[in-house]
């Protein structure tokens, strides 16, 4: 397991009642340690490549076959997921977040509850990822 990933998600406190979706799941490494920390709460992650979202999920099978975890194949700007809210939204290496942020920013907040936070986390190889954490708070992008 990557140590950058189980240092990003161990910041995020993840709750046994959060409700928590990750933007760009890769193979779902990351997913695996946030529905470890979930008893009452949901897990969806969305991720632009059919192969990613396969693969993630099969990873997370015993947790999508318990109703705790969804993999979706969709990017942030074609995402619908109806009345779904969440507390915590993460996106780990997610291009957009660099290259446009407030784009992205505008585009994950939609599904942010009025009190939920964005985590971010954007590095380039060889660079220190905790030095490139963001995070805000629901209140901070309206």
């Given at each position: 397991?990557?140590?950058?990933?189980?240092?990003?998600?161990?910041?995020?406190?993840?709750?046994?009642?959060?409700?928590?979706?990750?933007?760009?799941?890769?193979?779902?490494?990351?997913?695996?340690?946030?529905?470890q920390?979930?008893?009452?709460?949901?897990?969806?992650?969305?991720?632009?490549?059919?192969?990613?979202?396969?693969?993630?999920?099969?990873?997370?099978?015993g947790?999508?076959?318990?109703?705790?975890?969804?993999?979706?194949?969709?990017?942030?700007?074609q995402?619908?997921?109806?009345?779904e809210?969440?507390?915590?939204?993460?996106a780990?290496?997610?291009?957009?977040?660099?290259d446009?942020p407030e784009?992205?920013?505008?585009?994950?907040?939609?599904?942010?509850?009025?009190?939920?936070?964005?985590?971010?986390?954007?590095?380039?190889?060889?660079?220190?990822?905790?030095?490139?954490?963001?995070?805000?708070?629901?209140?901070?992008?309206?």
């Amino acid at each position: 397991m990557s140590e950058r990933i189980e240092r990003f998600v161990e910041s995020m406190n993840i709750q046994p009642g959060d409700r928590v979706l990750e933007i760009g799941c890769g193979h779902g490494l990351a997913a695996t340690l946030v529905c470890q920390r979930l008893k009452t709460g949901r897990f969806v992650a969305i991720d632009r490549s059919g192969k990613m979202v396969a693969a993630a999920a099969q990873r997370n099978k015993g947790y999508v076959e318990a109703g705790v975890a969804r993999f979706l194949e969709s990017t942030l700007e074609q995402l619908d997921l109806g009345d779904e809210r969440f507390d915590k939204i993460f996106a780990m290496r997610v291009r957009l977040f660099h290259d446009q942020p407030e784009l992205a920013c505008e585009l994950a907040q939609r599904w942010l509850t009025a009190h939920g936070t964005l985590y971010v986390q954007y590095d380039e190889p060889g660079q220190t990822p905790e030095a490139n954490v963001t995070i805000w708070r629901a209140e901070q992008l309206t």
